[in-house]
């Protein structure tokens, strides 16, 4: 399979170079004016390629459609990819480089010499050399969440529409705003949308399928005290703001926190803490790979702060719990064809499937609840959110041939159930 490389990556030099970082606490939707430049310039490019009912809608969701050409019916695949780029790292005056034949040794970037990648901070730069490595020049992120996802996905397309002798079924495409703050599929209709599975191309390493995400919730911790003059407050003041103190105090130092853990570890995240002497918040991050796990810590978490305010005549607490998402891997288990197929895809392409979890959670963990199961697929990045972020040409290439691949398959194995 010839992937047409240059157009790949010419997309993907062009898409990085325009601004779209999202903005927390906005609340217009997208978050940032640069999110609906992209999406306009993206939905003519659609257009342009000849795919069909391309439509940008009210909440700026790009969708469009590459027809069917079998005579049979299969299950319409959807392909996900968000337009934003994190609000962590300037994604603004992005200047990519293209560090052709990688030779194994350091990469010092010009922009900034205190930013270099090396086999020894990046253990997979080792598995690419004699590729073509694509960064920053230091000072921004490059954006290859997901803009590589988007040129991948639009380049699997073009290919699909040169070469009408590959066998494919419907398939539906969504280009999404502001998932890098969390609102990602606000708005999303998955009825409307119309697919029976999806993938989201928005992964790390080659041939990783991400199945499996944390489950998550948000705890709100709020102590309740008593303000007085400080002047007169002897034996009458309650200080809310030393009870939050004492709560983020008393947490695990040496486990249970982002720090500590790794892997299949949940941890307990104190992220926010405001307020002041008559009322003080700490807002807190609960994450498990199982619910019963999530549940245990926030048992954990209502006990020791209910303790601290029995600690203080005249205090009292208020817990508010609220559900984020949870583990996807509950409903992927419903369907094993969605993940399956994803890996025989992978084979296809040369590559070694891995099933990762995602220290985290995404729109797709999302979309499962609502309906639409969707794994994620890589795109071949590394160091998101970073000035350190990478990504390797030849990579890209594979993931585009993953996604013809896939499609292949489904029209070969999957007759709507």
């Known amino acids: 399979m010839q992937i047409p490389v240059e157009r790949l990556v010419d997309r993907f030099l062009r898409y990085v170079q325009m601004d779209t970082q999202s903005r927390e606490g906005v609340a217009e939707y997208p978050s940032t004016e640069g999110q609906r430049q992209f999406l306009q310039m993206l939905a003519r490019e659609l257009e342009e390629l000849g795919l069909k009912e391309v439509e940008l809608d ?22 996900i990819a968000h337009v934003d780029t994190s609000p962590e790292v300037s994604g603004a005056g992005v200047k990519p480089i293209i560090h052709r034949h990688y030779d194994g040794q350091r990469i010092q970037l010009p922009g900034d010499p205190s930013v270099v990648l090396s086999p020894e901070t990046d253990p997979e730069l080792a598995n690419c050399i004699g590729q073509d490595i694509i960064t920053s020049d230091g000072t921004t992120l490059l954006g290859a969440d997901d803009k590589a996802g988007i040129a991948e996905i639009l380049t699997a397309m073009e290919y699909l529409l040169s070469h009408p002798e590959i066998p494919h079924g419907t398939i539906r495409l969504a280009f999404t705003p502001d998932e890098e703050v969390g609102r990602g599929t606000d708005f999303f209709d998955v009825g409307r949308f119309g697919a029976h599975y999806a993938y989201t191309v928005d992964g790390g390493a080659a041939g990783e399928v991400e199945n499996e995400t944390f489950c998550a919730d948000t705890m709100t911790v709020r102590f309740h005290g008593v303000n007085v003059h400080p002047g007169y407050a002897k034996g009458k003041m309650v200080n809310a703001i030393k009870l939050a103190a004492r709560l983020v105090d008393k947490l695990p130092k040496a486990s249970m926190s982002p720090e500590t853990t790794d892997g299949r570890e949940g941890y307990v995240h104190p992220h926010a803490i405001e307020g002041g002497v008559e009322l003080a918040e700490v807002r807190l991050l609960i994450r498990d790979f199982e619910v019963e796990g999530l549940k245990e810590k926030e048992r954990y978490l209502s006990r020791l702060a209910a303790r601290i305010a029995r600690q203080v005549p005249g205090s009292r607490v208020e817990i508010q ?42 729109d797709g963990a999302r979309l499962c609840y609502q309906g639409l199961l969707t794994p994620n697929l890589f795109t071949g990045g590394h160091n998101f959110h970073s000035r350190r972020e990478w990504i390797s040409v030849q990579d890209m290439a594979r993931a585009v041939t993953t996604l013809v691949h896939l499609v292949q398959i489904w029209a070969e194995k999957g007759p709507i159930r």
């Open 321 to 362: 719990i609220k559900e984020s998402y949870r583990n996807m891997r509950y409903k992927l288990e419903e369907e094993p064809r969605v993940v399956d197929f994803a890996v025989e895809a992978i084979r296809r392409a040369g590559l070694e499937p891995k099933l990762t979890s995602i220290r985290g959670g995404t």
């Open 58 to 79: 009210q909440h700026f969701y790009l969708t469009a459609t590459l027809p069917s050409n079998l005579q049979t019916q299969v299950p319409v695949i959807g392909f």
